[in-house]
């Protein structure tokens, strides 16, 4: 979908993009690249959506996702508004992808460069562990393969569309997605050892979901980070406020602190939009680059609640408790990204997705966001470091008021994980924010606290993701809610592929 040329698409009435996330920003580059009048309206007071960072001990601290993958997506996209990622970010690739630990004992690291992972699960586990590693990377990398043009680049499919794409040549390489297989069944064709399951079953949780429920075809994310995973000098957030930079360079405005209640239509079709003020604006078209789930529950009125299929079977993505602080450590030599494993992980998503509680025992998330990766920059700062940790939770913050003693509870679990591994937290109340399920249920309204929309649950979860279009003309989906799926570059696809539907309709009504 190229958009290198400025067209004359513009008008009085503006496109407004409801919500700055990732894919809101997407779109608003895209368009005002080419002309087109531009208005996003963010209820909250900066850019990102769940790219946010929050405030800790006068420093600022990532509070979202935390890796920054497929780097093509947005090479590509700054390409089409003439320039490249070099000159408007600072990223730098990781030698050290995740260090991983066991309470039970273990401890393995995860490289960039395949040949040291190998070698690495040689020593840890074995030499049919380390083979069984190749064949599952082999596998992986298959999958992404066969997936990406006709899935993940591709507006919208259903399982017929899908086949159509691929033509009788790729049918043979999509049979092999095994989208009838749960992760973990596929992962112990290749690891004997639990503990290398529950490592790259952890893959599953990338997009809010099971590894015992979630389809085999999630492995390609392990694909996704063999072709490279960076930092980002200043932080992720960085992604967001250059996006936002660019749009405006471009003519694209924002109002943030701006809350739109309510679609408007003539009955036909999008006429504009009403604010939490009672003010109304006009709009040409609008982009709800927000969770679809608010549409469903009528928080923007009437207009949009029955124009968007909600699939009855759909189940809600992880939520999380996290905790931002800055503390001194010791103990356990982090790199930027660390997992620590509970030892009972059936349990533990048991306890999400069946039970609707916290678990018992958490498998703890440790970003270190002033650690490098390279193996001789390791060494801990000097003094209190900027660390993001997270427990997977139920997405339940909408009917669920968790308490102080849940909470307490949940944080003493976590962080006694960590110093059964060998990491020691030196955390102050002054010095750690909290956020719960209902802390994010309030920041992404109608979802509970579900930071990816719906879990990828079962074979058809991908294929009910809606696509960009609705059936009420002048209403375009983007976000994590919608296809392609959850994750800071899918949401930035599924903003192109709103901005190519807006601009296909636009020409087509100029004509």
Request: proline residues 6%.
């Amino acid at each position: 979908m190229p958009m290198t040329s400025r067209s004359h698409t513009q008008s009085r009435e503006p496109i407004v993009i409801v919500g700055a996330g990732m894919a809101g920003l997407v779109t608003a580059l895209l368009l005002a690249h080419r002309g087109v009048e531009v208005l996003v309206c963010e209820r909250g007071d900066q850019p990102g959506g769940k790219l946010r960072e929050v405030p800790v001990a006068g420093q600022r601290i990532d509070a979202g996702p935390t890796v920054f993958t497929m780097r093509w997506v947005f090479d590509e996209l700054l390409a089409e508004v003439g320039t490249h990622l070099e000159a408007e970010l600072g990223i730098r690739p990781l030698e050290i992808l995740a260090r991983h630990a066991w309470d039970q004992g273990g401890r393995l690291d995860l490289f960039a460069d395949l040949e040291r992972t190998v070698a690495v699960i040689g020593d840890f586990a074995g030499a049919a562990a380390a083979r069984g590693y190749r064949d599952f990377c082999r596998e992986a990398r298959g999958v992404y393969q066969a997936l990406e043009k006709p899935f993940i680049r591709a507006s919208r499919p259903t399982p017929v569309s899908l086949v159509g794409r691929v033509g009788p040549f790729g049918l043979k390489g999509l049979l092999k997605i095994r989208p009838f297989d749960t992760l973990w069944q596929a992962l112990g064709e290749h690891f004997p050892d639990i503990r290398l399951r529950q490592l790259f079953g952890r893959y599953a949780t990338y997009c809010g979901s099971s590894p015992f429920l979630s389809p085999a075809t999630l492995m390609l994310i392990a694909h996704v980070e063999q072709e490279g995973v960076w930092t980002v000098d200043g932080g992720m957030h960085q992604i967001a406020a250059t996006l936002r930079r660019l749009a405006e360079a471009r003519g694209a405005t924002f109002r943030f602190g701006t809350e739109v209640t309510e679609i408007l239509t003539d009955r036909q079709r999008v006429t504009g939009v009403r604010l939490a003020t009672g003010e109304t604006l006009a709009a040409r078209g609008l982009v709800m680059n927000g969770d679809v789930a608010a549409l469903h529950a009528g928080l923007l009125g009437d207009a949009a609640r029955d124009r968007v299929p909600l699939a009855r079977d759909s189940q809600r993505s992880l939520s999380a408790v996290t905790w931002n602080l800055v503390a001194a450590t010791e103990g356990f030599p982090l790199v930027r990204h660390s997992v620590f494993f509970s030892r009972d992980y059936p349990a533990e998503f048991d306890a999400i997705f069946r039970q609707g509680r916290l678990p018992a025992a958490p498998t703890v998330y440790v970003c270190a966001q002033d650690r490098a990766d390279a193996p001789d920059a390791v060494l801990k700062p000097s003094g209190p470091e900027r660390l993001l940790c997270l427990v997977n939770a139920p997405a339940i913050g909408d009917t669920h008021a968790f308490s102080p003693a849940e909470i307490e509870s949940c944080e003493a679990s976590a962080f006694s994980l960590l110093e059964r591994c060998g990491l020691r937290v030196q955390r102050t109340p002054a010095n750690t924010r909290v956020t719960t399920p209902t802390d994010f249920n309030r920041l992404f309204p109608a979802t509970g606290g579900a930071l990816y929309g719906q879990a990828s649950h079962g074979w058809k979860a991908s294929f009910n993701r809606p696509g960009t279009r609705t059936k009420l003309p002048g209403l375009y989906l983007a976000g994590g809610s919608v296809h392609p799926g959850a994750g800071v570059p899918m949401a930035a696809l599924s903003g192109r592929l709103a901005a190519a539907c807006v601009l296909s309709d636009l020409t087509s009504t100029s004509r």
